[in-house]
């Protein structure tokens, strides 16, 4: 067996049936150790917020090496999750948008939406997404997206102040 790598996930409310497909998913994999940052139930009530941060600053201290989030349209966990320097993350409602995010943009969190995406693709998205490297399938293109990918690293530490 192949070293274990490290998977923090979360969501609000609207996102908790997604997330616990996903979660269940993910540990049934050998390959994959989850972090649930929750909700563990729906009677719990974190803001998206909230639980976009908790993934964030788990990849941030190292702890977790990619993150799933989960809110109702994947779109506000994202806009949160890139707050974070060195969070990379991308909203995916398709599997193809999922491996995109990856090959193009070296993405390390995928977000999607509990309303939007069915428990069942969000696993598929999830698995592809989780399998897909960068620059994979384009490696024609392989030093142009490396060189972009830099430049994305040299305009966000021109923007985000080291605390």
Same mark, same amino acid.
């Given at each position: 067996m192949?070293?274990?790598i490290?998977v923090a996930?979360?969501s609000?409310?609207?996102?908790?049936?997604?997330?616990?497909?996903?979660?269940?998913?993910l540990r049934? =994999?050998d #390959?994959i150790?989850?972090? #649930?940052? !929750?909700?563990a139930?729906?009677?719990?009530?974190?803001?998206?917020?909230?639980q976009?941060?908790?993934?964030?600053?788990?990849?941030?201290?190292g702890?977790?090496? =990619? *993150?799933?989030l989960?809110?109702g349209? *994947?779109? !506000?966990?994202?806009?949160v999750?890139?707050k974070?320097?060195? +969070?990379?993350?991308?909203?995916? #409602?398709?599997?193809?948008?999922?491996?995109?995010?990856?090959?193009?943009?070296d993405?390390n969190?995928?977000t999607?939406g509990g /309303?939007?995406?069915a428990p =069942?693709l969000?696993?598929? +998205?999830v698995?592809s /997404?989780l399998?897909? !490297?960068?620059?994979?399938?384009?490696?024609d293109r392989a030093? /142009?997206?490396?060189?972009a990918? *830099?430049?994305?690293?040299e305009i966000e530490?021109?923007n985000f =102040? #080291?605390?």
């Amino acid at each position: 067996m192949g070293r274990k790598i490290t998977v923090a996930v979360a969501s609000d409310k609207s996102g908790f049936p997604l997330k616990q497909a996903v979660v269940e998913y993910l540990r049934g =994999r050998d #390959d994959i150790e989850v972090l #649930d940052y !929750g909700l563990a139930s729906l009677e719990e009530n974190e803001p998206y917020h909230v639980q976009a941060a908790k993934v964030a600053r788990a990849i941030q201290a190292g702890t977790a090496e =990619r *993150g799933v989030l989960i809110c109702g349209t *994947g779109q !506000g966990v994202g806009i949160v999750a890139n707050k974070f320097k060195g +969070i990379y993350a991308v909203v995916a #409602d398709t599997i193809f948008a999922a491996e995109r995010g990856r090959i193009i943009n070296d993405a390390n969190v995928v977000t999607m939406g509990g /309303w939007i995406t069915a428990p =069942r693709l969000g696993v598929e +998205i999830v698995r592809s /997404w989780l399998a897909t !490297g960068f620059t994979e399938t384009m490696e024609d293109r392989a030093e /142009w997206l490396k060189a972009a990918f *830099g430049k994305v690293q040299e305009i966000e530490a021109e923007n985000f =102040r #080291d605390e």
